[in-house]
């Protein structure tokens, strides 16, 4: 494994980013600069990776309401017991991800 080691006193950073960065090493989350730009950069990688994932989730569903494929919902209650049942997916799914990252 490849590993770059840096001299983070040559990084600049804007005044509300280096407010921010001196505020988490005050903290005492993370024990060095380093170690919260590792996580920063990580947790940047992470969200491009889920956006991709995203997108292409949504061009398949776009592809099958252009294909007459979606459901129709006709009326405040299916459209009620539609998000209903949205909210119980998205809670279990990231109740399932908490538990995933203990």
Known sequence: MYAKTWNMSTLTYPPDIQRFVS???????????????????????????????????????????????????????????FFDELRAEARAELAAEQGSRS
Do not use: C
């Open 23 to 81: 505020e988490e090493l005050a903290s005492g989350k993370y024990p060095s600069e380093q170690a919260l730009i590792v996580e920063a950069v990580r947790l940047l990688r992470d969200d491009q990776v889920r956006s991709q994932q995203f997108r292409g989730e949504l061009r398949a569903e776009i592809g099958r309401i252009e294909r007459g494929e979606g459901t129709v919902l006709e009326g405040d209650e299916a459209l009620a017991t």
